[in-house]
């Protein structure tokens, strides 16, 4: 075990071989159905896809006098929302210094031994179930993400044993990445428009949360995903990715390669924004793929309600009927539970 009160003295990562999940031990009777099928390709099989940079775009314009150049930019933002669900900005605030600090401390995190990981709230001060691997409800291969993360609600980032410079990393970049996302969304609603305070009202640290992802190297890529296809049933997600690539999403019916920009960040639009625009800006669905050499590292956040929240379209006649975020939660579990998969927004469209 490590001793995590040396930890923080320490100036490179912690490197133990046991800190990866144990995937073919938990997962062998899906590896052993695999053989036996003498077929363990994935769903969507790995074919050659096309790489690509999503519409990039300059929020620094945000904050300049012209209103012309102010208004060109939200345009930008709503376009791409419309068109692609995924863009990403530049000039958004956040340092290359916090970047690297994250990508650092995020590597140090992830390189504990796997037991000290999986009982977070004992060794590294987060809350029971923070810590998550794999994929619980995989039934076969091409169901199973390889890859592990810390699932932590902004409220949760307190410092843990050994891991203080992580807690300060991670509130500096909470901070800027919840501003951002909030102004997004005013963005967003006022070119519907709407000038609305929803969001500041619904969306708080208390609801919203990070998750800082690894996708250690993987021995099989053409038989599973670093993480399975689906749509994030969010408002909004800021993404910050390393240069490994993987992040892959549909565009025009077809999967796409996205192109890593190490000055930007990754925004898309999550199931709850595609309910409340009545079906204008898109909730894409996306993927990431493994590598088999290469680790990668990344961090989200999420803008979320809280569960007694309310989703309504902002125009009629609506696409949806209303819903709270607790019911859509509660769908989403009960139809991976039982299919293995997300359905999502399909089950709440108004019947005819």
Same mark, same amino acid.
């Given at each position: 075990?490590?001793?995590?009160r040396?930890?923080?003295?320490?100036?490179? #990562?912690?490197i133990?071989?046991?800190?990866?999940?144990?995937?073919?031990?938990?997962?062998?009777?899906?590896?052993d159905?695999?053989?036996?099928?003498?077929?363990?390709?994935?769903?969507?099989?790995?074919?050659?896809?096309?790489? /690509?940079?999503?519409?990039?775009?300059? @929020?620094g314009?945000?904050? @300049?006098?012209?209103?012309?150049?102010?208004?060109? =930019?939200?345009?930008?933002?709503?376009?791409?929302?419309?068109? +692609?669900?995924?863009f990403?900005?530049?000039?958004?605030?956040i340092?290359?210094?916090?970047?690297?600090?994250? $990508?650092?401390?995020q590597?140090?995190?992830?390189?504990?031994?796997?037991?000290? *990981?999986s009982?977070?709230?004992?060794?590294?001060?987060?809350? %029971?179930?923070?810590?998550?691997?794999?994929?619980?409800?995989?039934?076969?291969?091409?169901?199973?993400? +390889?890859?592990?993360?810390?699932?932590?609600?902004?409220?949760?980032?307190?410092?843990?044993?050994?891991?203080?410079?992580?807690?300060?990393?991670m509130?500096?970049f909470?901070?800027?990445v919840?501003?951002?996302?909030?102004?997004?969304?005013?963005?967003?609603?006022? *070119?519907?428009?709407?000038?609305?305070?929803?969001?500041?009202?619904? /969306?708080?640290?208390?609801? /919203?949360?990070?998750?800082?992802? $690894?996708?250690?190297? /993987?021995p099989? #890529?053409?038989?599973?995903?670093?993480?399975?296809?689906?749509?994030?049933?969010?408002f909004?997600?800021? &993404?910050?990715?390393?240069?490994?690539?993987? &992040?892959?999403?549909?565009?025009?019916? $077809?999967w796409?390669? @996205?192109?890593?920009? #190490?000055?930007?960040?990754?925004?898309?639009?999550?199931?709850?924004?595609? %309910?409340?625009?009545?079906?204008?800006?898109?909730?894409?669905?996306?993927?990431?793929?493994?590598?088999?050499?290469?680790?990668?590292?990344?961090?989200?956040?999420?803008l =979320?309600?809280?569960?007694d929240?309310?989703?309504?379209s =902002?125009?009629?006649?609506? @696409?949806?009927? *209303?819903?709270?975020?607790?019911?859509?939660?509660?769908?989403?579990?009960?139809?991976?539970?039982?299919l293995?998969? *997300?359905?999502?927004?399909?089950?709440?469209?108004?019947?005819?």
């Amino acid at each position: 075990m490590v001793d995590s009160r040396n930890i923080e003295t320490q100036n490179q #990562p912690l490197i133990s071989m046991e800190s990866d999940p144990p995937f073919h031990e938990a997962y062998k009777s899906l590896f052993d159905k695999t053989i036996e099928a003498g077929n363990g390709a994935r769903d969507n099989e790995l074919v050659i896809v096309e790489e /690509c940079e999503l519409p990039l775009i300059d @929020v620094g314009r945000l904050g @300049v006098g012209e209103a012309e150049v102010r208004e060109e =930019c939200k345009e930008e933002i709503a376009r791409a929302s419309r068109e +692609w669900g995924f863009f990403q900005v530049v000039n958004h605030g956040i340092s290359r210094e916090i970047l690297e600090k994250m $990508r650092f401390q995020q590597e140090r995190l992830f390189k504990q031994p796997f037991e000290m *990981k999986s009982k977070e709230d004992k060794y590294l001060n987060f809350s %029971a179930g923070s810590y998550r691997w794999g994929t619980p409800s995989a039934t076969r291969l091409g169901q199973l993400s +390889w890859s592990e993360a810390f699932h932590i609600p902004l409220i949760d980032i307190l410092p843990s044993a050994g891991f203080d410079s992580l807690s300060t990393t991670m509130e500096q970049f909470a901070a800027t990445v919840s501003s951002l996302a909030q102004n997004l969304a005013e963005i967003l609603a006022e *070119k519907m428009g709407h000038r609305s305070t929803f969001f500041q009202q619904n /969306c708080l640290p208390s609801t /919203c949360y990070l998750r800082m992802n $690894r996708y250690p190297p /993987c021995p099989i #890529p053409s038989e599973v995903f670093g993480l399975i296809p689906h749509t994030d049933s969010d408002f909004l997600t800021i &993404l910050h990715q390393d240069q490994v690539g993987g &992040l892959q999403l549909v565009k025009d019916g $077809r999967w796409i390669a @996205v192109k890593p920009n #190490p000055e930007a960040l990754i925004i898309n639009i999550g199931d709850l924004f595609q %309910a409340w625009s009545n079906d204008v800006y898109k909730s894409v669905k996306h993927r990431v793929v493994p590598n088999p050499l290469l680790e990668r590292f990344s961090t989200a956040y999420f803008l =979320c309600p809280s569960y007694d929240t309310v989703i309504q379209s =902002c125009r009629e006649p609506s @696409v949806f009927r *209303k819903f709270s975020f607790r019911e859509y939660r509660q769908q989403v579990q009960a139809d991976v539970q039982k299919l293995g998969f *997300k359905i999502g927004l399909p089950r709440f469209l108004k019947l005819v």
